[in-house]
């Protein structure tokens, strides 16, 4: 049974109890104090239903998704990624050759002459393949120390999927993505009355390759010290934890100047500043409320914020101070829960994350994503599938190994701007 069920099944059992109450001519106290404490908590368990279902709901969004209709093809290439080592395509590139074995039927599959697939980083192949890495490894007799997991760099973790961009891979060249931006029109008709042709329109947009390189630098001491095992596991979730801060920044905040890509923020309009005053627990409720358009979004569930950390820590001190008359006995008072609290219940998510922009002016910017319409791309950020091997023999007289890695990114594209807005919060004074 589901919490949502139990709730139900509770809420049941006091809808019964108070029309029994109800028909009493002349309730004791004792009763009175019942039916108040009834009221109260049939009250209280609307909010816990709605989070509930908002909790069983991503859940089986979640399993269906780990779980989906995986193919033949499919759990074969998960599988080989499992395989596949960071590691060897390293030392493959050490000796100025292609890998083999599994890496190099990655390769293949993936469709990649050389470099390592991006595809290598999916979590499919870190939770089949790679949890036995992160044990203890055992020390040789001789040596009398056990070594323990490397301790990885820690990274504020990705927000850009969340906001429903996706990442379609490019073979080759710039990449297109077309929106119809005129419908083709439909009308009423009498009797041998023709219909009017109207041509759709078309807008596309294009993104060209831009290169996000990170760099690594080994002794042959420290891998002969830490193990083979600890290396690979280290490699990859630190070469991943590096990689991926560094796309969800831009993704989130490039300019689109120079080197950067042109992110969410750039994409879209930055709004008129808040009205004087810090952002009290109405102007966040208004922030959710105006993001419903009835089209991307029809209710409060379907809309989302991620804000910046000044702006949640500041929702998460903001208290309703006052009683909401409902007609029934004593109000609601809603004095001692935060916004932060009332918005898990409420909305479609309120987050925050590191790498939003910082405030300016008092002000912090936030996006707002429309989630009401599932199964259709709102945004991309297209990758061209590898991450590449460079500079490899730099310090080589001193047993040095650098190795730089490079993917290849194209701006964010909107392919749907109605799904989004941007938004602002007044944080300080």
């Known amino acids: 049974m589901t919490q949502s069920q139990r709730i139900e099944i509770r809420r049941s059992e006091i809808r019964q109890r108070l029309a029994e109450l109800a028909g009493t001519e002349d309730p004791s106290e004792e009763q009175l104090a019942e039916i108040g404490q009834l009221e109260t908590e049939y009250r209280q368990s609307e909010t816990r239903l709605r989070a509930a279902l908002l909790a069983e709901e991503e859940a089986e969004a979640e399993a ?30 050490l000796r100025g050759r292609l890998p083999d074995g599994a890496e190099h039927e990655l390769m293949e599959a993936a469709g990649i002459d050389d470099g390592i697939p991006l595809e290598l980083w999916d979590t499919a192949a870190l939770e089949t393949g790679q949890a036995e890495a992160r044990e203890v490894t055992g020390a040789p007799g ?65 993104a060209t390759p831009k290169r996000v390189s990170a760099r690594l630098s080994l002794t042959l001491e420290d891998i002969a010290a830490v193990g083979a095992a600890n290396f690979e596991a280290a490699l990859r979730e630190n070469l991943s934890l590096a990689l991926s801060d560094k796309l969800d920044d831009q993704a989130l905040n490039g300019d689109g100047s120079d080197n950067d890509l042109t ?27 105006d993001g419903i358009d009835g089209l991307w979004a029809s209710r409060m569930n379907e809309v989302a914020i991620v804000c910046g950390p000044e702006t949640y820590r500041l929702s998460a001190k903001t208290f309703r101070d006052r009683v909401i008359d409902t007609g029934q006995r004593g109000g609601v008072s809603l004095g001692d829960t935060s916004f932060a609290d009332y918005a898990m219940g409420k909305f479609g998510g309120w987050w925050t994350n590191k790498r939003m922009p910082v405030k300016a002016n008092h002000i912090q910017q936030a996006i707002l994503h429309r989630r009401g319409r599932s199964g259709i791309r709102t945004a991309v950020c297209p990758h061209w599938g590898r991450i590449g091997i460079d500079d490899i023999y730099s310090g080589s007289a001193k047993a040095e190994r650098h190795f730089t890695f490079h993917v290849l990114l194209g701006d964010v594209i909107l392919v749907q701007p109605d799904a989004y807005k941007q938004v602002s919060f007044r944080v300080s004074t």
Not at 75 to 91: D, F, M, P, T
């Open 263 to 289: 992110g969410l923020f750039q994409r879209l309009t930055d709004p008129n500043a808040p009205a004087a005053g810090v952002a009290g627990f109405d102007a966040f409720v208004s922030a959710f409320a």
């Open 142 to 206: 001789t040596v009398g120390v056990n070594l323990d997991t490397i301790r990885p760099a820690i990274f504020a973790p990705s927000i850009v999927p969340r906001l429903g961009v996706e990442m379609p891979r490019v073979e080759s060249g710039t990449y297109a993505s077309a929106t119809i931006k005129t419908s083709l029109t439909a009308a009423a008709k009498g009797k041998s009355e023709a219909a009017e042709a109207t041509a759709a329109a078309f807008a596309v947009t294009t």
């Open 64 to 93: 269906a998704a780990k779980a989906g209709d995986v193919d033949a093809e499919t759990r074969e290439r998960i599988e080989l990624r499992s395989r596949a080592s960071v590691g060897r395509y390293l030392r493959a590139a």
